[in-house]
C-alpha cells in the first residue's frame, strides 16, 4: 500500500496536530496508509486521536519511501530539506514563518494557515498559496458558565513560548497590577494537558493573550469558543479572525502600551465585555473540523488529480 509520512504527527503541539490530521484525510479519503516520523522522544499526549499510526525514525522513513508515496511535513522541519533528497511527492502545510532558518522551497504543494504566512512566503519565497485556517474541537470542549456567572475581573494570561514574549508579559503585568479588581492567572505554553487548560480559560472572564507574533494562533480562538473575552495581543496573523471593538480587543506588539487602557474600560463596562465575548463564540463557530477536513479534501484532490 502507499504510504503517508508525516513527520512528528504526535508530537503534542497543536502545528503537528493539523499535520496529523492531513495524514489522516490522505488515509480516510485517498487510500493512503498514515506513518507517523518520529523527529525526537514523544512526550505526554495532550490531544485525543482517532487513530494512532505506526512510527518509524527519520532515518527509516528515508529508506522506505518510494516515489508512490507522499511526506507531509511542518516548516519547522525544513532543516532536514528533504525536497532533493527524497522520492515521492511531498506537501507542506505552512502554519507558522518563524520556525525555520530558510524555507525547504522544493515540495510539491504548499498550504498557507493564515494571511500572514501567505503573503510572507509570497513575498519572500515566492510562492504562491491557498489558505486552509486550523480547525478547533468544537465538539470536545469542556462545559463553561456563562460569561456574567464567572468572576468578576478574572483573567488568564497566556503566555506563548520565547523570551521575547516572556519580556512582553512581565510588562503587561506590572503595567496592569494596578487596576483595581483585575486578578491575573499565568500560564505558560509548557505542555499542559489540551483539556485542563481549556477549562482553565473557560473559568475566567478574560483572556489576555501574549504572542508578538505566530502563524495563526489557535489559543484565542479556543477563548473564543469557550465564551471568553479575548484581549492582549493579536500575535499578528490573529487578525485573521479578531476583529477590533467587534469580537475582542487585541493590538500588535507595536501598539502594546493600548492593552492596559482597553483592558481599564472593559472592567468598567461589564455589558461591552459581555458582548465581545458573545460575538467572538459565535465567530469561532465557523472553525470547524468539517470545514478544515473539506478544504483539505478539495485541495489534495486538486495535487493528486
Not at 498514515?34 to 494512532?52: I, K, P, S, T
Not at 463553561?144 to 516572556?166: C, P
Not at 475566567?204 to 489557535?218: K, T
Not at 493600548?258 to 461589564?270: F, G, K, N, Q, V
Request: glycine share 8%.
Amino acid at each position: 500500500m502507499r504510504q503517508v509520512y508525516v513527520v512528528g504527527a504526535l508530537i503534542p503541539r497543536g502545528g503537528a496536530f493539523m499535520a496529523y490530521h492531513v495524514g489522516l484525510i490522505l488515509q480516510q479519503e485517498f487510500g493512503y496508509e498514515m506513518v507517523d516520523v518520529q523527529v525526537h522522544g514523544q512526550a505526554l499526549r495532550q490531544f485525543e486521536y482517532e487513530w494512532l499510526p505506526p512510527s518509524v525514525s527519520v532515518a527509516e522513513m528515508e529508506q522506505r519511501i518510494t516515489g508512490d508515496d507522499l511526506l507531509v511535513v511542518n516548516p519547522s522541519f525544513s532543516r532536514f530539506m528533504f525536497g532533493r533528497r527524497l522520492p515521492g511527492r511531498k506537501i507542506c502545510y505552512v502554519q507558522d514563518f518563524r520556525t525555520f532558518q530558510a524555507l525547504d522551497c522544493h515540495f510539491d504543494l504548499y498550504v498557507s494557515v493564515s494571511t500572514v504566512v501567505r503573503d510572507f512566503l509570497r513575498t519572500i519565497y515566492v510562492i504562491d498559496t491557498s489558505i486552509i485556517p486550523p480547525f478547533i474541537q468544537l465538539e470536545r470542549l469542556p462545559p463553561v458558565v456563562a460569561w456574567r456567572k464567572r468572576r468578576s475581573g478574572s483573567a488568564l494570561m497566556y503566555v506563548k513560548t520565547g523570551d521575547e514574549n516572556e519580556i512582553a508579559a512581565q510588562y503587561l503585568l506590572r503595567s496592569l497590577q494596578s487596576l483595581p479588581g483585575l486578578t491575573i492567572e499565568m500560564r505558560k505554553d509548557n505542555g499542559i494537558a489540551h483539556g485542563e487548560f481549556l477549562r482553565n480559560i473557560g473559568a475566567v472572564r478574560y483572556l489576555i493573550n501574549v504572542s508578538l507574533a505566530e502563524g495563526f494562533g489557535v489559543i484565542p480562538l479556543e477563548a473564543m469558543a469557550l465564551g471568553t473575552c479575548v484581549t492582549g495581543l493579536d500575535g499578528l496573523a490573529g487578525r485573521d479572525y479578531m476583529r477590533l471593538g467587534e469580537n475582542s480587543i487585541t493590538y500588535s506588539m507595536k501598539n502594546i502600551d493600548r492593552i492596559p487602557e482597553a483592558m481599564e474600560t472593559l472592567l468598567c463596562d461589564d455589558a461591552a465585555a459581555e458582548a465581545l465575548a458573545a460575538q467572538g463564540m459565535a465567530d469561532a463557530q465557523h472553525y470547524t473540523h468539517a470545514r478544515f477536513r473539506q478544504s483539505w479534501i478539495d485541495a489534495l484532490r486538486n495535487f493528486l488529480g
